[in-house]
């Protein structure tokens, strides 16, 4: 069983910057590729970005491709997203989630373990 708890999200304007961090408990992390989703309100849960095991593959919605980055820490069992170039299309509950496997999946229902949610909020 994985436990992820998000942080990082708030209230920033178009064009600011915020980093997302996700804590995950376990002895097994490093064997668990890790993701961030996004959902808007009345909108659907959509893939943002994911690392595999190793950190050695990333991948990224084309819609954050070039202002976001994912990266994670073994050591510290935690789990990044930097974003940059903020937009308030951006605005939405920003969940972590855990995959038991080495391997990146970009659909909600790959993934087996999530975390409670963190809202960042752009403001144009």
């Known amino acids: 069983q994985v436990q992820l708890v998000e942080s990082g999200g708030g209230l920033v304007q178009a064009g600011g910057s915020l980093r997302l961090s996700c804590a995950a408990s376990g002895r097994t992390f490093s064997t668990y590729a890790m993701g961030w989703f996004r959902q808007a309100p009345g909108k659907e849960r959509t893939f943002v970005a994911a690392i595999s095991a190793t950190g050695g593959i990333t991948r990224y919605a084309d819609s954050v491709k070039g202002r976001f980055t994912i990266s994670r820490d073994n050591a510290k069992n935690t789990v990044y997203l930097q974003m940059n170039s903020l937009k308030p299309e951006d605005t939405a509950l920003y969940y972590c989630?855990?995959?038991?496997?080495?391997?990146?999946?970009?659909?909600?229902?790959?993934?087996?373990?999530w975390g409670q949610g963190t809202q960042v909020t752009v403001s144009s």
């Open positions: 989630a855990a995959r038991r496997s080495t391997q990146i999946g970009e659909r909600a229902d790959q993934w087996h373990y």
